[in-house]
């Protein structure tokens, strides 16, 4: 497993039952975890707590905190602001994906080109771009694109391509349009519906679409790294994938997951992989 252990605004106070305790830059989060399943040792309690209900959930605050703040990671900042759905804007597990991919493209010595496919908030486009990447960020959701404009912001950053269009209909019109990209980086959903109303599942879905990005990496390619949330997807599975698609040379895949003031205790957080290429 690579653990995200650089953080200092940011840990896992505790777990248990369904649950963590997260701290915030001081503000502490008690959010549900479905992974967790061992027992707590005590009572957990937060600033704020998110509880779930039929077909969603809401925030209930403990005390009065701002609506978003921000935390910092080296040299960069984030946003969080407690959202639906339990989300912070912010997956700090991926730290450790952002850290590898930044030391790729410093160590590549020449202009690399980034497509962040599904890209969220922007954290690993910030990450990219700060690394010196020219960084095209494409997501579905206009609100989540606006989130990552207000973090390249924060981060005075201005050289970020945002686009908000459905993954796969953008790499489709890339392809004709005959742009290619040295990197990319997907972290896909479990589910979702395209622009009319198509179907996405990943573990149906999955090869097919990394098989249509292939068609816009350069001559000279650097990475493809692929995240996953979906339960019950392990790193050999997207080994496999990308071993299938990009050859089996320099392929690795792990768990992810963020250590916790818990004596012995890693909290999991996801599977990922890379395809790395030697030039």
């Not at 816009?216 to 496999?240: C, E, H, M, R, W």
Request: hydrophobic residues 40%; aromatic residues 10%.
């Amino acid at each position: 497993m690579r653990i995200a252990d650089e953080w200092k605004d940011f840990q896992v106070l505790a777990t248990g039952d369904g649950e963590k305790l997260e701290s915030w830059a001081g503000i502490t989060l008690l959010r549900p975890d479905p992974q967790v399943i061992w027992h707590k040792k005590k009572k957990l309690t937060a600033d704020a707590v998110y509880e779930r209900k039929e077909g969603g959930g809401f925030w209930h605050f403990n005390r009065q905190i701002p609506e978003q703040w921000t935390i910092s990671l080296n040299d960069m900042k984030f946003i969080v602001k407690p959202m639906g759905f339990k989300h912070t804007g912010i997956f700090p597990e991926q730290a450790t994906n952002w850290s590898l991919m930044a030391d790729l493209v410093k160590k590549s010595k020449r202009e690399i080109k980034v497509l962040n496919l599904f890209a969220y908030t922007g954290c690993a486009s910030i990450a990219l771009s700060k690394a010196g990447a020219i960084v095209t960020h494409v997501d579905a959701s206009k609100g989540m694109v606006e989130r990552a404009k207000e973090n390249a912001k924060l981060n005075n950053i201005s050289n970020i391509r945002f686009i908000v269009d459905d993954c796969q209909k953008f790499i489709e019109r890339e392809i004709r349009r005959k742009n290619f990209y040295d990197a990319i980086i997907m972290d896909p959903p479990s589910y979702g519906r395209g622009p009319s109303g198509e179907m996405w599942k990943l573990e149906d879905n999955l090869c097919d679409f990394v098989e249509l990005c292939k068609n816009v990496l350069s001559d000279k390619p650097l990475f493809v790294l692929i995240n996953s949330y979906t339960t019950g997807l392990q790193p050999t599975v997207i080994a496999n994938i990308l071993k299938s698609v990009f050859g089996s040379e320099n392929v690795q895949a792990d768990e992810i997951g963020l250590p916790t003031k818990e004596d012995g205790i890693v909290l999991p957080c996801g599977a990922t992989g890379v395809k790395i290429w030697k030039n």
